[in-house]
Structure formats: structure tokens, C-alpha cells
């Protein structure tokens, strides 16, 4: 499986159209190669495991991808709340 590099968080700042257009390109690139990557996985581990099996655990792996994402968004929150420790 290929290494996916994640492209560093940008300032917002104002973009020109061309720099506009590169990022959506990039995003849509990154968003190809994520899918393919998934594809695969899943292609592969059908292969051990029942089609149906295999959808479960994507499915089971997407739930708890987005339950870790809220837990990070709660505590970015509760540590916005708090305000710095100094």
C-alpha cells in the first residue's frame, strides 16, 4: 500500500483563482487516492473474510474514526472553554 502524505493546514488567507483551483484539484487527488487505498483493503480482505464481513468491519471502522473525530472535537472545545493554562 502507498503512503498518502497529508498536505499541512494553510492559513486562510485570500487565494488567487489558479492557487483556488490547484487546492481543489489537490483535494481531489488525495480524496482518489484515499478511496483507491480503501478499495483495495477492502478487495483484499474479502478475500479472508465474507463480502459481508468485509463491509461490516469498513463500516465499524468508519463509525469508530468518526467517534474519535468528535472526541478530539470535544476536548478542542472544553480546552477553548478552559482558555489557556498560564
Known sequence: ???????????KKVLSESAARALIDERFDLQKALLEQEKEFLYKVS?????????????????FARHIYRMQGREREK??????EN
Not at 500500500?1 to 492559513?11: D, G, Q, S, T, W
Not at 480546552?79 to 489557556?84: F, H, K, S, T
Open 1 to 11: 500500500m502507498n503512503c498518502i502524505v497529508f498536505p499541512k493546514k494553510r492559513k
Open 47 to 63: 478475500e479472508t473474510l465474507s463480502p459481508q464481513q468485509a463491509l461490516r468491519l469498513n463500516e465499524t471502522n468508519r463509525d
Open 79 to 84: 480546552g477553548r472553554e478552559e482558555g489557556p
